[in-house]
């Protein structure tokens, strides 16, 4: 028997512990082609949020009675596939289950991972998609110029510490804003941040982004929306970019949020806004995957994970991601 996730009803506002719900399930023997696999590393992300909810996005609402799934690296067990060996790891995106048979079909959709050189989490982050949507969303639609200003919130998370270490290898002056002092440290000690925010203790957002960026902001790396992000209008320059790539600060409202009018900011500045998702440039997965993997074998990348241990915890380990109790990105280790 093996323990399975499942959405048990969708939440309204925060999520709570209630929404999801434990299963066993019996894992029958194979089929000609397909291998089982045991779980080692489960990435929760706040993107799950949205596919929570019945609305539609950009990919399909998670099934109420159904298994959550998210990027998941596991271990090959028993294998009746050619091309799987018993003991060969494998990430993709798979449901939240102890252990799980992968069909033939499911497996062009999976690659295999060497933990040899660089740690298996790795592959949920840095140079999993997590690396991929910084380096893509900042190199693709920020198109940098050394000596520009790059402006990040959410700095401290996953995508966020990545992006900004990025920033500074293109020759970019990097802010960051974060929830905590210790956060704030974190950005510049360990990710290579110039300055940083705490928009907790910061009354006037408006005057601290001013400050902090005193050349203006040419790029906007917009990981939580809201009212930060309406700061950051107050200081973008002619012909800025602004990346639009999440929006945790929005994700658990019960109504439509309202905020100021961005239209007048953009047409002033010939500033373009765009929101994205990494799969628009999936053609270009292989090249970014090496140049982060070059980065990181050159120590010109670094990355925190906060690692939460076992199973049973994944939910809370999600849960958690709202209220900012992770540093880098946020992993369950089964």
């Excluded at 660089?118 to 690396?131: C, E, F, K, R």
């Excluded at 076992?310 to 709202?322: E, M, R, S, Y």
């Amino acid at each position: 028997m093996s323990k399975t996730i499942i959405l048990n009803n969708r939440p309204v506002g925060m999520p709570t512990l209630d929404n999801f719900k434990f299963i066993s399930e019996e894992i029958k023997s194979l089929n000609k082609g397909e291998i089982k696999v045991q779980a080692k590393y489960v990435s929760v992300d706040p993107y799950l949020r949205g596919r929570m909810s019945a609305s539609k996005s950009y990919v399909a609402p998670f099934e109420v009675g159904k298994p959550i799934t998210s990027g998941i690296v596991a271990e090959v067990i028993t294998s009746e596939n050619e091309n799987f060996a018993v003991g060969d790891f494998i990430s993709g995106i798979l449901d939240w289950k102890e252990e799980q048979i992968l069909t033939a079909e499911t497996l062009k959709e999976i690659r295999k991972v060497d933990g040899s050189k660089i740690p298996l989490s790795a592959y949920l982050g840095v140079v999993g998609m997590t690396g991929l949507t910084a380096y893509l969303g900042l190199t693709q639609i920020g198109k940098p110029q050394k000596g520009e200003t790059l402006l990040v919130s959410g700095a401290a998370g996953a995508v966020g510490s990545i992006v900004g270490q990025i920033g500074k290898i293109l020759g970019l002056r990097v802010v960051g804003i974060a929830g905590s002092d210790e956060k704030v440290s974190l950005l510049k000690s360990e990710f290579g941040y110039d300055e940083g925010i705490n928009y907790n203790s910061t009354e006037d957002m408006q005057s601290a982004i001013h400050k902090a960026c005193p050349d203006g902001v040419d790029i906007y790396f917009d990981n939580v929306g809201g009212s930060i992000s309406d700061a950051v209008l107050f200081s973008i320059n002619k012909f800025a970019r602004i990346i639009i790539c999440g929006a945790i600060s929005m994700y658990n409202e019960t109504s439509l949020p309202t905020g100021i009018s961005v239209q007048p900011f953009l047409v002033k500045n010939s500033a373009l806004m765009q929101g994205f998702i990494v799969s628009n440039y999936q053609e270009k997965f292989p090249e970014a995957a090496k140049q982060l993997g070059t980065w990181l074998a050159e120590n010109k990348l670094t990355y925190r994970e906060t690692i939460v241990e076992g199973f049973d915890n994944i939910p809370q380990a999600f849960l958690d991601l709202f209220e900012g109790k992770n540093k880098g990105k946020m992993i369950v280790k089964v």
